[in-house]
């Protein structure tokens, strides 16, 4: 059976939560979106986030996605979310995401360039862009 991963972006308020993160006997945003989600999908969703808030933290764009095992209507679930959830908590949109740009995970090369000896900024900045030419 095909599976397919669905993203979303959501804005919220989270004076009344405990952060992102599902934490046992505390209201957090993952928890509250996921359990709204497999009511309307009558299936248990696990609901992962692109990063995490703290208590109290809001957010304008938070990236979360999904599996499921059918296609969706987009605008139909999103409607629902939308209406049972509180008014803390929207959702902006939502998207299928193609298999070949979601591996099982989104990584990309990258570097980081730190100095614990104090190295000049400009000998940091050649370090830097002599990999951005490899």
Not at 15 to 44: D, H, M, R, V
Not at 87 to 106: E, P, Q
């Amino acid at each position: 059976m095909q599976e397919y991963k669905y993203k979303m972006l959501i804005s919220y308020d989270g004076t009344n939560y405990f952060g992102w993160q599902i934490q046992k006997n505390k209201l957090t945003i993952q928890e509250a979106i996921q359990k709204e989600l497999s009511k309307i999908l009558t299936k248990n969703i696990k609901l992962i986030g692109a990063g995490r808030t703290d208590a109290k933290v809001h957010a304008l764009e938070q990236v979360a996605h999904f599996s499921y095992n059918k296609k969706l209507d987009l605008k139909k679930v999103l409607f629902s979310l939308n209406s049972l959830l509180s008014d803390d908590i929207r959702k902006k949109n939502f998207a299928s995401i193609r298999k070949a740009l979601w591996k099982n995970s989104l990584w990309s090369p990258s570097y980081f360039a730190s100095s614990c000896g104090g190295a000049p900024l400009n000998i940091l900045q050649e370090y830097i862009q002599k990999q951005q030419l490899v």
